[in-house]
């Protein structure tokens, strides 16, 4: 996943990017009209040239890399030779730090009868029920969980429930883990499996309450097949999903366990917003889309809901804003480096998500007013899986 914590600077009229790297954090001296910027250890003050105003005792930039995270550096006034920008087309001086879009996710899990006997959470019970509620108090009681927004429903039953209302209303962790909890231990499996309730219950839900400035996602439990509720077609479902996301950008990740068929799981979250993987695959199907927990087992449970929470916000960027120049976003330029030490790609801009194919690419989350860059799932995949792979994003602006 490409990492969390980002440092940016931004140039004006002169050429340099700075970078994080997973050590060490980038020293920038200016040159000769500030028209050079060199990387030292341990960031460095920023001090001015001849030409330039001299900034004395400037902060380091830190761009270390978590564990298990690609390191990402922002450029501004990239070369032109390469990157179609020109040092009059940049941004005015500015440091800026960007950070993650925050989590907000929909849990909606299943309690039909097949998830077996009832119980609380914190018992040492065996059935799938037990082992779910248990994961997702892990989860919901995880120090990486914390400002993770999450809401929670359940489903079952032979009619189609309305769970267009979450039964925990969305809050951020760890602010409400006793209402989630309590929910939790109120809920007791029985009934049938009415997926579709729980497809569009997660389109409803997520639509009406994303936030800007936070990645809202949907996260859909079961341990079986649709038995309740037209459609229960797999493949009609699953168009509930994928219109979803191609409308909203607002992915749904399919968490199967022991019951479930996986080739229909595999239909189910295929084009729901999940990229495609390896791992947590089951039946045969790999690469797939969703994830296969099995019985439930929690730790494997509670992998399966870091990894979906990594990946959800793991190749998504905030355009910073800067203290002068309007960035134009026909002027963003975005590069992939392998962790490899091959030479830097670039990625080709699509129109929207609709439009990512297995070529990858990006896109902004909205073309009429852009806030962030998305990398497409193919491109996701491939950055997520490269622990030591670059993003450089070059920011052009206009007439500064």
Not at 20 to 28: T, W
Not at 44 to 58: D, E, H, I, P
Not at 331 to 359: F, H, M, W
Request: aromatic letters at 6%; a negative charge; one cysteine or more.
């Amino acid at each position: 996943m490409v990492s969390a914590t980002l440092s940016l600077a931004v140039g004006c009229g002169s050429s340099g990017t700075i970078s994080g790297g997973p050590e060490d954090g980038a020293a920038a001296s200016g040159g000769q009209n500030g028209d050079s910027s060199t990387g030292g250890q341990g960031g460095g003050a920023a001090s001015g040239g001849n030409g330039g105003a001299a900034a004395s005792g400037g902060a380091a930039a830190s761009g270390g890399a978590e564990a298990g995270l690609a390191d990402v550096s922002f450029g501004y006034d990239a070369d032109p030779e390469d990157a179609a920008l020109s040092p009059d087309a940049t941004c005015a001086a500015s440091a800026i730090k960007a950070e993650p879009l925050p989590l907000d996710m929909y849990i909606i899990l299943d309690k039909s009868g097949s998830m077996g006997t009832d119980c609380n959470v914190g018992s040492t019970g065996t059935s799938k029920w037990c082992y779910a509620i248990n994961a997702l108090n892990k989860f919901f009681t995880a120090p990486s969980s914390v400002g993770t927004g999450v809401a929670l429903s359940f489903f079952s039953g032979s009619s189609c429930p309305n769970l267009t209302n979450a039964q925990v209303a969305m809050n951020t962790l760890p602010n409400h883990v006793a209402a989630l909890n309590s929910a939790m231990n109120g809920a007791a499996p029985g009934g049938n499996t009415p997926t579709s309730a729980a497809a569009n219950g997660i389109a409803s839900y997520t639509a009406a309450h994303e936030q800007p400035g936070r990645k809202m996602i949907g996260v859909l439990i079961t341990d079986g097949d649709p038995t309740s509720c037209s459609p229960t077609s797999v493949s009609q479902i699953n168009t509930i999903l994928a219109n979803h996301f191609g409308t909203t950008n607002i992915p749904t990740f399919v968490i199967g366990m022991t019951g479930a068929t996986f080739s229909n799981l595999e239909t189910l979250a295929n084009n729901a917003g999940a990229p495609s993987h390896t791992q947590y695959c089951g039946g045969g199907v790999s690469p797939c889309h969703f994830y296969n927990v099995a019985n439930g087992d929690p730790q494997v449970f509670l992998a399966v809901l870091q990894a979906i929470q990594q990946t959800a916000i793991g190749c998504q960027y905030t355009i910073p804003d800067t203290d002068a120049g309007v960035i134009d976003p026909d002027k963003v330029i975005v590069e992939y480096t392998p962790g490899s030490g091959g030479p830097a790609q670039q990625l080709t801009r699509v129109n929207d998500a609709s439009q990512c194919g297995a070529g990858g690419g990006w896109h902004y989350d909205n073309n009429a007013n852009p806030k962030l860059i998305v990398l497409c799932p193919a491109t996701c995949t491939a950055v997520s899986a490269d622990q030591n792979a670059g993003i450089q994003i070059a920011l052009g602006c206009l007439g500064s």
